[in-house]
């Protein structure tokens, strides 16, 4: 286990709270408002995403954190803290959306692997936790997700299409069905028709009957349009972003903790750059 630096607890601390009062007021705003106080910083506005499909008073918030940070694992805690002090649930499905399919296995094997302190702070923030990439997903079994903490790691792209023909997310597929048993009726209206107008069995439709946690890593790299709607298709719980370069222009994150080079060369995360030389032997 990863025992968390000052500053790691400090961003967690922050975040912790932020979901707290947001649990108990539905104002993220205000929530986001209050953080920023007590920490000292300049208040700026809280500006909600304003995407089809995203809940007004959805919590939606940014972490920064220079890279060499820890960003993965705060992000492992960030899960358990949105499940635990916003849902107060016992489980939840988590959406951890990555910039590449290369960092998608890179994360994929390092939440997965028992021996990794990535998967032990995954599980001491979430309990029992089941980890799978987008491509396993497609094969969810209700009772999986009804039984642990589900986290699928995925890209963005995986969902960032205008038209979801052959967009296997999207598609019918067999195996939801059991997913849309017993569906309480007011939730029939959050869930995409098939062509008979009934619920159609996809993953897309899992996920947004379960209100998914969604983590973005490299949020700075997801700030189109279609990146807003694609998120809103799955219909999050909340949004939390991480990043060092957080959006300033078009749709800009709400900064809820921001970590200073300062504190990471403290927390001694920053090492100093070799310079390797190489000199040749002088003749005779």
Known sequence: MITLKDYQARVLDSLRAFFRQCAREGRPEAAFAAIQLRNGQVPVPYLPVSAAGLAAGMPYVCLRVPTG????????????????????????????????????????????????????????????VEVMAIEEALRLSRATVDGQTVVIVATIQSFRVEDTTGRKVYDQNGTFAEHLLNLPADRLADLLPGADGK?????????????????VDEAHNAR???????????KPSCIVEFTATPARARHPSNVLHHVSAAELKAADMIKLPLRVITRHPRPG
Not at 110 to 115: K, N
Not at 208 to 214: A, D, G, K, Q
């Open 224 to 234: 189109t349009d279609l990146s807003f709607a694609t998120l809103g298709a799955v």
């Open 69 to 128: 940070g820890g960003k993965t694992l705060l992000a492992c805690h960030a899960a358990g803290l949105a499940m635990t002090d916003l849902l107060r649930a016992e489980r939840a499905v988590v959406l951890w959306l990555v910039p590449s399919n290369t960092i998608l296995d890179q994360t994929v094997d390092a939440l997965r692997d028992p021996r990794h302190p990535y998967r032990r702070a995954l599980e001491l923030a979430c309990g029992a």
């Open 199 to 215: 619920p159609k069995p996809s993953l897309v439709n899992m996920l947004r009957l379960r209100r998914p946690i969604v983590i």
